[in-house]
């Protein structure tokens, strides 16, 4: 791995005083005490808008009867959100300087996620990706710009990879305009496409050196992340039920929802939360596909919120669906991200078959649970919470696992 060290945050000679523009050299991959800054914890704020508005687009689509076609416009613009989220978070945990520079550049980023938000309800509703695209390409070229002053502070590998970064990152760019002239019917397939490309990009650019990334800022990042789409997930159910019990005076038929999506949301903080994953975090391999994994753990989050509002729809009359969909709206991202979890997590601390499969066996019964008409969101529920209380108990009793540290508890 390719270590640097960090840049000093004050000059020499002017102590307590900053210069407002310094070379953007590459961080230290063992610096110390290293977290997350409040510029990116407000860069993780305003990405979550428009992830809402992503999630209300779903809720829509699938309470009308066009699940499957809102799934798909889900995962093409929640792709996008995702990318760019992920590619500054890595950028930042090698070469964040705070400098003055470096904020400006962020915060048009953050613009460009906002004019992206902006554009959510045209690509689901009309499959105009104008809005969409423009935002996207806002916080692109943007990050095409940071590598640029990166390539500029390096020499050798280190420049060529930056170098690479900057092309593969605005020839993407420019594919991604297949999604405005190309017929309806082929812009799935070229989402799929260029999804891939974009993602060959960090392997194909670091093949000759390894940016410096932090494990323990990166496993944070990902972390805050995660905590702010849960949290946006239990806002966008807990307006769901209120506006359900203040316009139906449901509150008998809302309550199991309502417990059950909150026992729901709850193990799912405590089962990505329970590792230390940065310890696995120890080459490009391994993080990429740690990295690439959460695609499928953040979106599984979100969705679990909408299919929540969904549930709600649907007892309330709302919804134009039957209570299996509802209801389904629900179990199954559920499944999803207790299985992704396990895949990119929990796995690689279980000790014995047994630990082994919890979550697996966990994933199983909630799609069970779908069948259970108007209680099957609070049974899902349960049997989140009883996997918790599965795995710390299976933890607790194993004495020689526990001695190897809390990565052996459950997960």
Known sequence: MT?????????????????????????????????????????????VVAVAQAGIELVHSVAEGHAGQGILDYAMVFFALWWAWMNFTWFASAYDNDDVLYRVVTLVQIAGVLVLAAGVSRAFEEHDYLVVWLGYAIMRVAMAAQWLRAARAAEGPERTTALRYVGGVLACQVGWLGLLFLPEGARPWWFLVMALLEMCVPPFAERGHTT???????????????????????????????????????????????????????????????????????????????????YVVLASAAAIGAGLEVAVEETVGKAHISTLAASAAVTLPTALYLLTVWALHSRHFKRGITQQLVLPTTALLVICCTFLGHWAVFAAGVVCALSVVAGETLAATRPTARQSGPATRTG
Do not use: M
């Open 3 to 47: 270590s640097s060290p960090a840049p000093p945050p004050v000059p020499s000679g002017a102590p307590g005083i900053r210069q407002p523009l310094r070379r953007l050299r590459a961080r230290g991959r063992d610096e110390a005490h290293r977290t997350a800054s409040a510029l990116e914890l407000f860069f993780d704020l305003c990405f």
């Open 212 to 294: 410096s990334w932090h494990p323990r800022h990166i496993a944070e990042r990902y972390g805050l992340f995660t905590i702010i789409v849960l949290g946006e997930t239990i806002a966008a159910a807990t307006v769901a039920v209120k506006s359900g019990i203040d316009e139906n005076d449901a509150l008998g038929e809302l309550l199991p929802i309502a417990s059950g999506g909150l026992l729901i949301i709850f193990a799912a903080w405590w089962i990505y939360f329970v590792v230390p994953i940065h310890g696995h975090l120890r080459s490009n391999r391994q993080a990429f596909l740690w990295g690439y994994g959460h």
